[in-house]
């Protein structure tokens, strides 16, 4: 089983810096399966990033995916208001299909 | 647009068979494929397994031994049986789509709180 860990576990920023966000693979995520979600309380995860770094429909250019083999980053560019949640990555490549712990993205 | 709902109790007993129902509106089923997700009270995710409209499945390892998941299509649903169920399946269950046969997940359901209780 591929086990994510994400960190920082807490993020803890501005409205309009930049946020990086990693997660390491224990081992190799094939052909790059991986996605990240962002999830805020109450709601159900929203496809951000698939394929490591394509943006799914309508994710504004602000977030960006990359990363290959062991080692992927999120990146948000400029904290928007509504960017403050628990971002979680995913890898789809190998069974069982695993989830990070996530890292959540507070205002400082 | 896509959307997609799960219904089913709220309140399963512990040794019984937890049983969900996803209906999708807006899209056909018969395509791409259809996963549950659940996410336990303040933690995080978990896959549980996931159909193809064909009848195709994939199930959890962990958990694939009480999981079924079957498809209609003739309603446009997709449904989560899970057995023997215990007070750690207690969860938000997500019913959500699969897109172009891969494993992550582009439209989510809003989730249903089950909750294993005698």
């Known amino acids: 089983e591929i086990v994510l860990t994400q960190s920082p576990g807490t993020l803890s920023l501005s409205p309009g810096e930049r946020a990086t966000l990693s997660c390491r693979a224990s081992?190799?995520?094939?052909?790059?399966?991986l996605a990240w979600y962002q999830q805020k309380p109450g709601q159900a995860p929203r496809l951000l990033i698939y394929?490591?770094?394509s943006r799914a429909t309508g994710i504004p250019d602000r977030f960006s995916g990359s990363g290959s083999g062991t080692d992927f980053t999120l990146t948000v560019s400029r904290l928007e208001p509504e960017d403050f949640a628990v971002y979680y990555c995913?890898?789809?490549?190998?069974?069982?299909?695993?989830f990070g712990p996530g890292t959540k993205v507070d205002i400082k | 647009q896509l959307q997609l709902q799960e219904s089913g109790p709220g309140l399963v007993k512990p040794s019984e068979t937890l049983s969900l129902t996803c209906t999708v509106s807006?899209?056909?089923?018969?395509?791409?494929?259809w996963g549950w997700i659940r996410q336990p009270p303040g933690k995080g995710l978990e896959c549980i397994g996931s159909?193809?409209?064909?009848?195709?499945?994939y199930y959890n390892p962990s958990l694939k031994s009480r999981v079924t998941i079957s498809v209609d299509t003739s309603k446009n649903q997709f449904s989560l049986k899970l057995s023997s169920v215990t007070a750690a399946d207690t969860a938000v269950y997500y019913c959500?789509?699969?897109?172009?046969?891969?494993?992550?997940?582009?439209?989510w359901g809003q989730g249903t709180l089950v909750t294993v209780s005698s």
């Open positions: 081992q190799s995520v094939s052909s790059s399966y």
């Open positions: 959500a789509r699969g897109p172009w046969g891969f494993y992550f997940f582009d439209y």
């Open positions: 394929g490591a770094s």
């Open positions: 807006g899209g056909s089923i018969s395509s791409h494929y």
């Open positions: 995913q890898q789809y490549g190998s069974s069982p299909f695993t």
């Open positions: 159909i193809y409209y064909s009848g195709n499945t």
